[in-house]
Nanobody
Framework: QVQLVESGGGLVQTGGSLRLSCAAS????????MGWFRQAPGKEREFVAR????????YYADSVKGRFTISRDNAKNTVFLQMNRLKPEDTAVYYC??????????????????WGQGTQVTVSE
Protein backbone atom coordinates (compact mmCIF):
# COMPACT_ATOMS: atom_id res chain seq x y z
CA GLN A 1 0.00 0.00 0.00
CA VAL A 2 0.98 3.60 -0.58
CA GLN A 3 0.01 6.64 1.47
CA LEU A 4 0.07 10.19 0.12
CA VAL A 5 -0.13 13.18 2.43
CA GLU A 6 -0.47 16.72 1.05
CA SER A 7 0.39 19.91 2.88
CA GLY A 8 0.95 23.59 2.15
CA GLY A 9 -2.51 24.77 1.23
CA GLY A 10 -4.01 27.95 2.60
CA LEU A 11 -5.45 31.38 1.88
CA VAL A 12 -3.53 33.78 -0.36
CA GLN A 13 -4.31 36.99 -2.21
CA THR A 14 -4.45 37.26 -5.98
CA GLY A 15 -0.92 37.36 -7.37
CA GLY A 16 0.54 35.53 -4.39
CA SER A 17 2.33 32.20 -4.16
CA LEU A 18 1.96 28.89 -2.37
CA ARG A 19 4.01 25.72 -2.38
CA LEU A 20 2.23 22.41 -1.98
CA SER A 21 4.00 19.24 -0.87
CA CYS A 22 2.98 15.62 -1.12
CA ALA A 23 4.91 12.96 0.75
CA ALA A 24 4.61 9.35 -0.37
CA SER A 25 5.21 6.45 2.00
CA UNK A 26 4.83 2.71 1.88
CA UNK A 27 5.68 0.67 -1.21
CA UNK A 28 7.12 3.49 -3.28
CA UNK A 29 10.09 1.71 -4.89
CA UNK A 30 8.38 1.30 -8.29
CA UNK A 31 6.83 4.74 -8.49
CA UNK A 32 6.60 5.86 -12.12
CA UNK A 33 5.12 9.35 -11.86
CA MET A 34 3.16 11.67 -9.61
CA GLY A 35 0.60 14.25 -10.47
CA TRP A 36 -1.48 17.05 -9.07
CA PHE A 37 -5.19 17.48 -9.68
CA ARG A 38 -7.67 20.02 -8.37
CA GLN A 39 -11.40 20.26 -7.82
CA ALA A 40 -13.20 23.56 -7.53
CA PRO A 41 -16.66 23.79 -5.93
CA GLY A 42 -19.31 22.46 -8.28
CA LYS A 43 -16.78 21.33 -10.88
CA GLU A 44 -15.16 18.10 -11.98
CA ARG A 45 -11.69 17.26 -10.75
CA GLU A 46 -9.12 18.31 -13.34
CA PHE A 47 -5.49 17.62 -14.14
CA VAL A 48 -2.94 20.24 -13.13
CA ALA A 49 0.58 18.84 -13.51
CA ARG A 50 2.61 15.62 -13.65
CA UNK A 51 6.24 14.58 -13.27
CA UNK A 52 7.84 11.27 -14.12
CA UNK A 53 10.06 10.03 -11.33
CA UNK A 54 13.16 8.90 -13.24
CA UNK A 55 13.18 11.02 -16.42
CA UNK A 56 11.78 14.14 -14.74
CA UNK A 57 9.46 14.77 -17.68
CA UNK A 58 6.85 17.35 -16.76
CA TYR A 59 3.37 18.11 -18.08
CA TYR A 60 1.03 20.99 -17.27
CA ALA A 61 -2.53 21.99 -17.92
CA ASP A 62 -2.72 25.01 -20.20
CA SER A 63 -4.38 27.01 -17.43
CA VAL A 64 -1.29 26.80 -15.19
CA LYS A 65 1.60 26.79 -17.67
CA GLY A 66 4.13 29.47 -16.85
CA ARG A 67 2.74 29.94 -13.33
CA PHE A 68 3.02 26.52 -11.68
CA THR A 69 6.10 24.30 -11.42
CA ILE A 70 6.12 20.66 -10.40
CA SER A 71 9.27 19.11 -8.95
CA ARG A 72 10.28 16.21 -6.79
CA ASP A 73 12.75 15.17 -4.10
CA ASN A 74 13.63 11.56 -4.83
CA ALA A 75 15.29 10.93 -1.47
CA LYS A 76 12.21 12.07 0.42
CA ASN A 77 9.64 10.60 -2.01
CA THR A 78 8.03 14.01 -2.09
CA VAL A 79 6.52 15.96 -4.95
CA PHE A 80 6.04 19.73 -4.87
CA LEU A 81 3.81 22.17 -6.69
CA GLN A 82 5.09 25.73 -6.67
CA MET A 83 2.19 28.00 -7.54
CA ASN A 84 2.93 31.59 -8.49
CA ARG A 85 0.76 34.48 -9.74
CA LEU A 86 -2.28 32.80 -8.25
CA LYS A 87 -5.73 33.76 -9.48
CA PRO A 88 -9.16 33.36 -7.87
CA GLU A 89 -9.94 30.65 -10.43
CA ASP A 90 -7.12 28.57 -8.92
CA THR A 91 -9.24 28.15 -5.78
CA ALA A 92 -9.82 24.44 -5.29
CA VAL A 93 -8.96 21.39 -3.27
CA TYR A 94 -5.64 20.12 -4.62
CA TYR A 95 -4.91 16.40 -4.68
CA CYS A 96 -1.70 14.56 -5.38
CA UNK A 97 -1.79 11.18 -7.05
CA UNK A 98 0.69 8.38 -7.76
CA UNK A 99 1.09 6.38 -10.97
CA UNK A 100 2.88 3.03 -10.64
CA UNK A 101 1.91 1.47 -13.98
CA UNK A 102 3.30 4.03 -16.41
CA UNK A 103 0.82 3.19 -19.18
CA UNK A 104 1.52 6.48 -20.91
CA UNK A 105 -1.51 8.51 -19.92
CA UNK A 106 -1.07 11.89 -18.29
CA UNK A 107 -4.33 13.65 -17.52
CA UNK A 108 -6.85 10.86 -16.93
CA UNK A 109 -7.61 10.09 -13.28
CA UNK A 110 -7.57 6.35 -13.90
CA UNK A 111 -3.86 6.52 -14.76
CA UNK A 112 -3.22 7.06 -11.04
CA UNK A 113 -3.69 4.32 -8.46
CA UNK A 114 -3.28 6.22 -5.21
CA TRP A 115 -4.60 9.58 -4.05
CA GLY A 116 -4.02 11.93 -1.17
CA GLN A 117 -6.76 13.42 0.96
CA GLY A 118 -6.49 16.89 -0.58
CA THR A 119 -5.45 20.31 0.62
CA GLN A 120 -7.52 23.49 0.23
CA VAL A 121 -6.14 26.43 -1.71
CA THR A 122 -8.15 29.65 -1.60
CA VAL A 123 -7.18 32.72 -3.62
CA SER A 124 -8.96 35.90 -2.61
CA GLU A 125 -9.71 38.83 -4.93
Amino acid sequence: QVQLVESGGGLVQTGGSLRLSCAASGRTFSLYAMGWFRQAPGKEREFVARITWSLLSTYYADSVKGRFTISRDNAKNTVFLQMNRLKPEDTAVYYCAADFRGRGGVVAEDEYEYWGQGTQVTVSE
